[in-house]
């Protein structure tokens, strides 16, 4: 097991080389190699004297046509190398804020005459070099004279720092620029940020970063954008009995010793030493290597680190060299993590390691294209955790958890096309707003259908060459005739009076009492999930209920004898899933057999301290055992919940704990959303989902959310890709007239405050309410007549 490497002195100095594929996704994208440049410094010099950074006077005329008024950066300064060094404070100043400094050097080539530099900059503060300048400007190629800095502002708007020149940078010259920060290591999951974990009760603090997709500026100042590659040389000063890692093997170390495994993990103390890292361990060589196969492009780094974290907005961030994991998706205890735990290690595993190539080797010249990104990817985890685990059968899941997720989105008349024009996208807002459902799942599943008509071969081989070239187009569906030519799997039919009516689909449902494999009841349940969302408060709801229990009870039978009277598990990785689907439905539909059985497990847990539940039951038995129990049930499992040490299982009592049917309990948790002690940010939004999720919990959520939207959305992530959930969350349900009024209302209130990567959630809801009033008004009927003829014995 790797150790990582350790500093014997009270402060240390790890100098690593590493070169960024994409600014914008971090000192990550990275091929790692030295580039040594001779660099004249000395003899050209340009000595300048510029105040201190300051805004230019304020214009009260409409906005400017000025370059710093402009989102995107002009192309005539392309970065060549970095030179960056950071000092996190993991100790609080003062004034009680946890800080960092740094120094950055970008040495970049002109393509075009300039009298200005832009670089991005977002809540950075700008001190002086050692020669009592904020910032100095010095040419590559000796003898030649760098223009003066006449005076340097900020542009929060546009997030950039701008510094005006006394003369042009030269075209097809080089040119250093340079300058001393300092930052807030605050602990908003953003750019250079902080992480803390408590350790034998004493409180540790990790200073890490994500830079995707426009956190880099927060960092260092930088060409934030994704086009715009160079080469890094990183030095990280950090503390005695700290670890220090970035993307690029140490070309210089002070009093450090280090493994030299390739494939390093890398997480808390007690996660590595329990052995929770080993599965990851034992499964990234084996991924990465079927990659090397598939691309037929060897990996280019010496090293492939992965790192653990206990707060990460994200699920994982694909850094090249060091990618950085929520703690749920990287870590697998054999004794407290299900199989759908192990699953989503080795898919998520698979998804970033897939990135190595189509991300982070291959880029995309602009955001709009991020589906190539994050549609290969999510297409690609498939076949690599197949590799990993060839028993599972996991490349049929893409039509549950891609496929037919992502119909529902693109469905609405505000959903958006793979890919937009690039001018189409430009404030950071956007660029998060695209990291959807519609990126990653119809992404991956237009390239599964893509390879399906092609052939496998023939896909591959268009993706082997060095430098893939794509021609997209997009047609109107019902302007175009599929005509069934082999492979093609399916016939497209347009017109409208084919559409199945409700009631006719629903029939297909009819089978299900004898039906036990996963794949079928999977896609029943999840299409079945929109009858409750639509149903759950209406007269509609006990004759549904009785009807799906009528259907469920089989099953449920069925894995009670397989099991031996739920003594065991299948064997089978579907059927694992089956069973926890058995249980899950059986309870929902209030089958008293479940209940019981739930129930006594649970208590069992309460009485003895005891948890002898399988850790694939775990979730569901908890979610059934609080929402059929009351306080005493809830508070065990926020006690357990707080006191638990392995992620995954913290997880399941976090969202278990959703579930409860007391309105005071849900309350009182929305209110714990809020406080970083008790849930921790990376899950506040994500909680008030889950709440929003349980029919009683709906409307106290929507409330909630609505009273402290300005808080919520400036503490939480109005940044952040994953913003975008809460607002489709806690608006999912609504289906009537009142809703929507409140939906529109909602949106004008909070106007100025803003939405941020929340916008278009916002307009998909309003969308999506609309649709679901009108097929609320023209089914409910009919199908509530169903459901009463359907569940007589």
Wanted: glycine share 6%; proline share 4%.
């Amino acid at each position: 097991m790797a150790k990582g490497f350790y500093i014997s002195k009270v402060v240390g100095i790890v100098c690593v080389v590493v070169a960024v594929g994409a600014v914008a996704t971090i000192i990550a994208l990275s091929v790692v190699y030295s580039q040594e440049k001779a660099k004249n410094n000395d003899n050209n010099l340009q000595a300048t004297t510029p105040p201190s950074v300051t805004k230019p006077p304020s214009s009260t005329t409409a906005p400017s046509n000025q370059p710093w008024d402009k989102y995107r950066l002009r192309t005539n300064l392309v970065p060549w190398h970095y030179n960056v060094t950071l000092w996190p404070r993991l100790t609080p100043d003062a004034t009680g804020k946890y800080i960092f400094t740094g120094e950055s050097s970008v040495e970049f080539a002109v393509t075009e005459n300039s009298n200005l530099i832009l670089l991005h900059s977002h809540k950075l503060n700008y001190g002086t070099l050692g020669d009592g300048h904020s910032a100095r400007l010095t040419t590559v190629r000796a003898g030649n004279t760098a223009p003066g800095i006449v005076t340097m502002w900020l542009e929060p708007e546009t997030q950039y720092l701008v510094a005006q020149l006394d003369g042009y940078l030269q075209r097809f010259d080089f040119y250093i620029f340079s300058i001393s920060f300092d930052g807030e290591l605050a602990d908003d999951l953003g750019g250079f940020y902080r992480s803390e974990y408590t350790e034998n009760g004493v409180k540790k603090v990790i200073a890490t970063t994500q830079m995707q997709p426009t956190h880099a500026r927060k960092a260092f100042p930088c060409f934030d954008e994704p086009i715009l590659k160079a080469t890094f040389d990183i030095t990280l000063i950090h503390d005695l009995g700290t670890v220090a890692l970035s993307n690029g093997k140490e070309i210089e170390t002070t009093n450090v010793t280090m493994d030299g495994e390739n494939v390093r993990i890398f997480a808390r103390k007690p996660a590595i030493t329990t052995g929770q890292g080993d599965y990851a361990l034992n499964k990234t060589g084996p991924i990465l290597k079927f990659f090397e196969s598939y691309y037929n492009y060897s990996y280019l780094l010496p090293k492939s680190d992965q790192i653990a974290l206990p707060d990460f907005n994200a699920g994982a961030m694909e850094n090249w060299g060091l990618i950085t994991y929520r703690e749920t998706a990287l870590l697998y205890d054999e004794e407290y993590s299900s199989n759908f735990d192990k699953e989503r290690t080795a898919t998520i595993i698979a998804h970033e390691l897939a990135h190595m190539w189509f991300g982070n080797l291959a880029t995309m010249r602009w955001w709009n294209d991020l589906w190539l990104n994050e549609g290969f990817a999510s297409y690609m985890q498939y076949l690599g955790a197949d590799q990993a685990e060839p028993t599972w059968n996991i490349k049929d899941l893409i039509v549950l958890n891609d496929v037919h997720r992502v119909f529902a989105v693109d469905a609405l008349a505000s959903s958006h096309p793979l890919s937009y024009k690039e001018e189409d996208i430009q404030t950071p807002a956007q660029i998060n707003e695209l990291f959807d459902a519609i990126t990653y799942c119809k992404g991956a599943s237009v390239l599964r259908m893509l390879s399906d008509f092609l052939t496998e071969h023939v896909f591959i081989r268009g993706i082997q060459v060095k430098t893939p070239v794509f021609t997209v187009k997009i047609f109107d569906c019902c302007s175009l005739g599929v005509q069934h030519i082999k492979p093609l799997t399916y016939i497209i039919h347009c017109s409208l009076d084919e559409i199945i009516q409700t009631v006719q689909a629903l029939k297909t449902t009819t089978y299900l009492s004898k039906e036990r494999a996963y794949m079928p009841w999977a896609s029943a349940i999840n299409n079945l999930d929109y009858f409750y969302l639509m149903f759950d408060r209406s007269e509609v709801y006990g004759p549904m209920q009785d009807y799906l229990r009528k259907q469920v009870t089989p099953l449920f039978n069925y894995y009670e004898n397989l099991t031996g009277n739920w003594s065991d598990v299948p064997t089978g990785h579907m059927d694992q899933y089956n069973q926890v689907n058995a249980i899950s439905l059986a309870c929902r539909t209030n089958l008293k057999e479940c209940q019981e059985l739930t129930m006594t497990w649970f208590r069992d847990w309460m009485n003895t301290g005891v948890n002898k539940i399988h850790p694939n039951l775990r979730f569901t038995v908890y979610c059934n055992a609080i929402a059929a129990g009351g306080a005493d049930e809830w508070e065990f499992a926020w006690d357990q919940f707080q006191n638990a040490s392995i992620a995954t299982e913290a997880e399941k009592l976090r969202i278990a704990l959703s579930c409860t049917k007391q309105a005071w309990l849900l309350n009182r948790y929305l209110e714990y959303t809020l406080n970083p002690d008790m849930i921790r940010k990376q899950d506040a939004t994500s909680t008030i989902v889950y709440i929003a999720n349980n029919v009683v919990g709906q409307s106290l959520a929507w409330d909630f959310v609505r009273a402290r939207w300005e808080y919520i959305f400036n503490q939480y992530g109005g940044g952040s890709f994953s913003f975008s959930n809460l607002i489709s969350g806690v608006t999912e349900r609504f289906s009537t007239e009142f809703e929507l009024q409140e939906l529109k209302q909602f949106k004008a209130d909070n106007a100025e405050v803003g939405f941020g990567s929340g916008t278009l959630a916002l307009d998909q809801s309003i969308d999506r309410t609309t649709g679901n009033i009108k097929w609320v008004t023209e089914n409910k009927n009919n199908v509530l007549n169903w459901f009463i003829a359907e569940s007589m014995p």
